[in-house]
């Protein structure tokens, strides 16, 4: 049990043996203000904190304070206070990389259709469910892997049983649990509070906490005198899943039992990098520009005696009013120009001096570079750990693989997670709070290739299959891929290439490659004339239909292609493929 009761509370008062799940979650309720903090509470601080620092530009702190313990409050308050955060740039950077194993191309889901139309709706905080995983969950879970993420009942459902409930995801920090096992999940809620009384008034200060286990989904609501801790507990909604309907967001586990974060290993350089930036702040702000010296005389004041002037008659010393205490002074005119005596001396000859009245000293640069390369190669070893950085030179086929090896390593160890622990029991729940008699268990092939190809390398690789006679999927898969590469932006133009591809196995061949084809035998010249006209025929389905006739099925769309063209077959039929 991750919670820690008082010392006056045992387990075996908590959960008797009978009427399990009701004494349960009224026990749990009465012991809300008595709970101590989950076990790894600290190590869960620690790594979220941390986290924070990079991924939020949270002001670094103790990153920065612990360094110089004995540094002057002064210069230290100045140090955090124009902090920059260097980090978070990077630290974004390798979490947008994360994306790409959501590339549609490389894995495949399958919900039942219920299912499946329910996450084609905007359910998921305004966003469709894989567009919620990728925003919220996956960046959550890089933050603070010993948060959870619960889904929570909501709607007409709650109160209607003949109204399937909606479902919507909450990530709960790891700071706002307040108890944790298997089949129970406590938080407290930031956002909600309760009417109390608070010297006698009534005040808006009251928590609240919510409870979700394997049976139900709880609130309680704080009562009376806010001192006093008392809830009151309400049952939301019984869901009878049998499981808990949430899950930990994840990472790369420890000894002590508690997540870190699968981006860690940015932390040391990444730390260091902060230190270092700050340090470099402090060299420019103190030695970076050329110091100004000016020749000074000695004040001479009546009664200036190295900046001090006595008043004999309160018997006290005063800074000089000329030379502001200093006991020196600048010679200059109304206009800014520096007025120098003639020498007077024995030994100067009733010269003047040669020496500059101002002159600028310029310091070492040395540090300066030194400094500011630190940081800047620091930063690049905390990119290296979480290999965002590759070999910019041109490389072969096999180094380049090398090269990305570890970065694809990392993304399947992730990938595997995402995947596994959290969208397919994601899956899972969904279905069973909607689909209470029957539900179906998702079927999820992940992802086994992370590599973003950019266009050139697509038509290279169309050209080579085509050259290679490869099978005609790969070729229309390949060709897919590069529609929505090319039109990414173009919704319409790319479900135009995929419905030609989908239904014109020759569409990518060039025309002389298709008269080779029809002399061969291959193919008939039915499928000649169809991949000619095939696009100048959706193009006026379009035009007659709209935009939205392309979110037909494609069965529907072939069958209309089919109908349409019908009569170009017919009469070019008796017409040469080279006067075609």
């Known amino acids: 049990i991750a919670g820690d009761w008082s010392s006056d509370v045992c387990s075996s008062d908590l959960f008797p043996s009978h009427d399990k799940a009701m004494i349960d979650i009224n026990e749990l309720n009465s012991q809300i203000g008595k709970l101590k903090k989950p076990d790894n509470y600290d190590h869960w601080t620690k790594v979220r904190e941390e986290m924070y620092v990079h991924t939020r530009g949270k002001n670094p702190g103790k990153i920065l304070t612990d360094r110089r313990p004995n540094e002057d409050p002064d210069v230290q308050k100045y140090r955090l206070m124009i902090y920059e955060p260097i980090t978070k740039g990077s630290m974004n950077r390798a979490i947008d990389k994360l994306y790409r194993i959501f590339i549609s191309a490389n894995f495949s889901i399958q919900v039942s259709q219920e299912l499946s139309q329910y996450l084609d709706l905007k359910k998921f905080k305004n966003q469709y469910f894989y567009s919620y995983i990728q925003k919220y969950v996956v960046r959550k879970m890089i933050e603070d892997p010993n948060g959870y993420l619960v889904w929570i009942p909501y709607g007409e459902g709650l109160e209607n049983p003949a109204v399937k409930v909606d479902v919507d995801g909450y990530l709960v920090s790891s700071e706002y649990i307040k108890y944790v096992d298997d089949d129970t999940l406590m938080w407290y809620e930031p956002k909600e509070k309760s009417e109390v009384l608070e010297a006698g008034k009534k005040v808006y200060k009251g928590d609240v906490y919510y409870t979700m286990t394997s049976e139900s989904f709880y609130k309680h609501t704080q009562y009376g005198i806010k001192s006093d ?41 990444g730390n260091e990098a902060i230190r270092q930036y700050s340090d470099w702040q402090g060299v420019m702000t103190t030695s970076a520009f050329p110091y100004r010296e000016e020749v000074a005389e000695n004040c001479d004041a009546p009664g200036c005696r190295g900046g001090a002037v006595f008043n004999e008659e ?139 190809k950019t266009e050139e390398a697509l038509m290279f690789e169309i050209t080579q299959m085509s050259e290679k006679n490869a099978p005609v999927a790969f070729l229309v898969e390949t060709t897919k891929d590069l529609a929505k590469k090319r039109f990414s932006g173009n919704k319409t133009i790319s479900r135009v290439i995929e419905v ?75 017409i040469s493929l080279i006067n075609l």
């Not at 930990?248 to 039992?257: H, Y």
């Not at 290999?387 to 993304?411: C, P, T």
């Open 229 to 269: 801790k008392n809830f009151q507990v309400t049952e939301i909604y019984r869901h009878n899943i049998g499981y808990l309907p949430a899950m930990v967001l994840g990472g790369d586990m420890t000894d002590e039992d508690y997540f870190e974060s699968y981006f860690s290993p940015f932390l040391p350089f």
């Open 314 to 452: 309160e018997n006290e010393h005063y800074p000089c009013k000329v030379c502001k205490g200093t006991g020196r002074i600048i010679v200059r005119s109304p206009y800014g120009v520096f007025m120098r005596d003639k020498g007077n001396g024995a030994f100067d000859g009733n010269s003047l001096s040669d020496a500059p009245m101002v002159r600028f000293v310029s310091p070492n640069v040395d540090i300066i570079q030194y400094s500011g390369e630190a940081w800047q190669t620091l930063l690049t070893k905390a990119e290296d750990a979480l290999h965002l950085n590759y070999i910019e030179e041109a490389q072969s086929g096999a180094a380049k693989l090398v090269d990305r090896e570890d970065g694809f390593m990392s993304l399947t160890k992730i990938s595997n997670n995402v995947f596994d622990e959290i969208i397919y029991k994601s899956l899972q729940i969904i279905e069973k709070y909607r689909n209470v008699v029957q539900s179906f268990d998702p079927v999820i092939v992940k992802p086994v290739s992370f590599s973003m």
């Open 500 to 574: 030609l591809v989908s239904y014109d196995p020759i569409y990518h061949i060039a025309t002389r490659d298709k008269q080779m084809l029809l002399a061969s035998g291959t193919i008939k010249k039915d499928d000649v004339v169809k991949s000619l006209f095939a696009y100048k025929t959706l193009m006026a389905l379009l035009s007659v239909n709209g935009t939205k006739y392309l979110e037909k099925n494609l069965a529907e769309i072939f069958a209309d292609l089919d109908r349409e063209m019908q009569p170009i077959v017919d009469q070019y039929n008796q």
